[in-house]
């Protein structure tokens, strides 16, 4: 199974940027949808963004179009959520989400997930 790990989180001021990364190990090749969810202090998790190999970035969240931006460095199975204009709301446990199947904002559907890192804005 696909084992991943995410790094990157941290307080930051608002206004601030953050990249936050998740790298993959183990059978990366049915590794084809990575996505992004986030959970905030008493709600449930949420979808925020997805990169399918075959059908680029789909975003779940309004509120991070064009802010959040998924980039990539294959030979080091990597992929990046680069986060611009950190608000306040951002503030939670970030996941990366990998699956060998489409992209979609059902958690329930990806195969292998990451231990989570802070993401906390302060005002």
């Known amino acids: 199974q696909v084992q991943l790990a995410e790094f990157g989180g941290g307080l930051v001021q608002v206004g601030d940027s953050l990249r936050l990364s998740c790298t993959a190990s183990g059978p990366t090749g049915t590794l084809y949808a990575l996505g992004w969810f986030r959970q905030a202090p008493g709600k449930e998790r949420e979808a925020v963004l997805c990169f399918h190999n075959f059908g680029g970035t789909t975003y779940y969240t309004d509120s991070v179009k064009g802010r959040f931006a998924i980039t990539r460095d294959n030979a080091k199975n990597t992929v990046y959520l680069d986060i611009n204009s950190l608000k306040p709301d951002d503030t939670a446990v970030y996941y990366c989400?990998?699956?060998?199947?489409?992209?979609?904002?059902?958690?329930?559907?990806?195969?292998?997930w990451g231990q989570g890192t802070q993401v906390t804005v302060s005002s």
């Open positions: 989400a990998g699956s060998s199947n489409l992209c979609t904002r059902r958690a329930s559907a990806y195969d292998s």
